[in-house]
């Protein structure tokens, strides 16, 4: 993925300024489909349609900003994750990506199961009908009210995360006097890069149950892990069903989940060993990537699905274990291109030499990520085409922060004029799940749209909602 400045094209830049930007797109009114949802596409007349709708029309209608989401789009991912796993794999959608009762009952209906890591987040899926048994509940600090909301729900799975949650989760459950179905999240010493892996000994982070023992190497097994195996079988309102791992996000490649998938299936040989049992579940969790621009070449779910489910055969062949079910969790890769985010031009202030700072009406608010990863984004205008030439631009947001930036580096038509449209594909997920309220932002709608149907999903935030919070 090299990325370089070109030395043609852009206007008022003689020599253009340090940037994560390649050559100009050939054509500047192209949707690029490994960015764009899958029902985008440009009309005669120039402006760009989503789920069959004039995004001119959404934005006259429920104003902007506003996050467009592809129903179609959506529900296609969903049936590819499954199919592609198929009857010997869970998909569990990542719920913190983005979650409404709209999106739990497409995957309801579609087959997915769902992961929550809050109260709030199991609040939503049970009450749009997702059955319990479908839910897992993560989480590295679950409260003891969380805990007893999910066990009381009967949710499917509780991914223990530290010592203290087994006793906790127990305690709750033999009151309640449930068996509660656990898995035992470890982490497996890889740390997943978009195109890498660095193995260290153990983590040094929040999440799980590490497998090495202190400083020790991961294979050595001995560790927390192997430990927490031991708690939580001696606990009878406990029932160990398997080994949860979670290496990281927007991974492109399988060689993390490779290096994850032989130390948990190391695991549950020293399981079986130890304990005479084999566990009959492996969950290798979320993270895989999706195109944010032209750049990014994810794979498809099917080779993923291929790659994971041979990984983790040939492991439990080597170590003559029978082959355990398989769970996946992906979030951002179901729900991340099915959005896009539209916002008005406002502002277009040229700094000669430099770029051109676009600023939108909406921001850090509604698309933290730019800001809080260094994420990128491509952007489009989308009101209508032009044939102008690119001119280097940073999208910013209207927030009192000079990091409030949506899309660092991207080309835009030199024409591009306040009332213009512009979208940011690839927002369905961590964008209206992470927004806030920074400068007291209004936090957008969110708009599902489907064959020539708008549908308000989730509606935009008021200043009553503001002031009804603000009781002093
Ligand atoms: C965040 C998370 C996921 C989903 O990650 P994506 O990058 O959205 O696929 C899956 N599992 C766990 C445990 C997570 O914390």
Redesign the pocket.
């Known amino acids: 993925m090299s990325r370089s400045a070109h030395p043609a094209g852009p206007r008022h830049a003689d020599v253009l300024p340090e940037g994560h930007y390649s050559a100009p797109p050939a054509d500047l009114n192209a949707l690029d489909p490994r960015v764009w949802p899958r029902t985008a596409s440009r009309t005669t007349d120039g402006s760009v349609t989503v789920g069959g709708l004039d995004v001119k029309d959404l934005a006259e209608e429920f104003g902007t900003p506003l996050y467009v989401l592809d129903e179609a789009d959506f529900r296609a991912r969903c049936r590819a994750w499954r199919d592609a796993f198929g009857p010997d794999a869970d998909v569990f959608y990542?719920g913190?990506?983005f979650l409404s009762r709209a999106v739990v009952r497409w995957l309801t209906e579609e087959g997915l199961n769902l992961?929550v890591?809050s109260g709030g987040e199991l609040a939503v899926a049970l009450a749009a009908g997702m059955p319990p048994e479908r839910i897992a509940l993560?989480g590295n600090n679950k409260s003891s009210a969380e805990i007893r909301q999910a066990v009381e729900a009967g949710v499917g799975r509780i991914v223990l995360d530290s010592f203290q949650e087994i006793v906790r989760v127990a305690h709750i459950a033999e009151r309640l006097g449930r068996r509660q179905p656990v898995q035992i999240r470890v982490t497996v010493g890889v740390e997943a890069h978009t195109h890498e892996f660095i193995a260290t000994a153990h983590e040094d982070q929040k999440f799980g149950l590490a497998l090495a023992p202190g400083g020790g190497h991961p294979e050595a097994g001995g560790g927390q892990a192997a430990e927490a195996v031991r708690r939580v079988l001696k606990l009878d309102s406990l029932e160990l069903t398997g080994i949860h791992s979670?290496i990281g996000?927007?991974i492109f490649d399988t060689s993390g989940f490779e290096v994850a998938a032989h130390r948990v299936v190391g695991l549950l040989e020293d399981i079986r060993d130890e304990h005479g049992l084999e566990l009959p579940e492996i969950d290798l969790?979320?993270?895989?990537g999706i195109a944010y621009t032209s750049e990014d070449d994810p794979s498809e779910p099917h080779e993923i699905a291929v790659s994971l489910h041979e990984i983790v055969r040939r492991e439990c062949r080597a170590a003559g274990l029978a082959v355990p079910r398989l769970s996946v969790?992906?979030?951002?890769?179901v729900v991340g291109p099915s959005a896009c985010t539209v916002y008005e031009t406002g502002t277009v202030k040229e700094l000669p030499g430099l770029r051109t700072y676009v600023s939108v009406d909406g921001g850090m608010s509604d698309n933290v990520r730019t800001a809080l990863y260094d994420a990128e984004y491509s952007v489009s205008l989308v009101s209508r085409a032009s044939d102008a030439e690119p001119m280097l631009s940073r999208v910013v947001g209207k927030h009192c922060e000079s990091g409030d930036i949506v899309v660092r580096d991207a080309f835009l038509p030199a024409d591009l004029a306040p009332g213009d449209l512009l979208a940011v594909p690839a927002t369905g997920?961590y964008c209206r799940s992470m927004a806030n309220n920074y400068n007291h932002a209004l936090r957008p709608p969110v708009v599902s749209v489907r064959d020539g149907e708008a549908r308000v999903i989730v509606r935009r935030e008021t200043e009553e909602d503001l002031l009804r919070l603000d009781v002093g």
Do not use: N
């Open positions: 990542a913190k990506a992961d890591c993560h979670h996000s927007q969790g979320g993270g895989l969790e992906p979030g951002r890769a997920a």
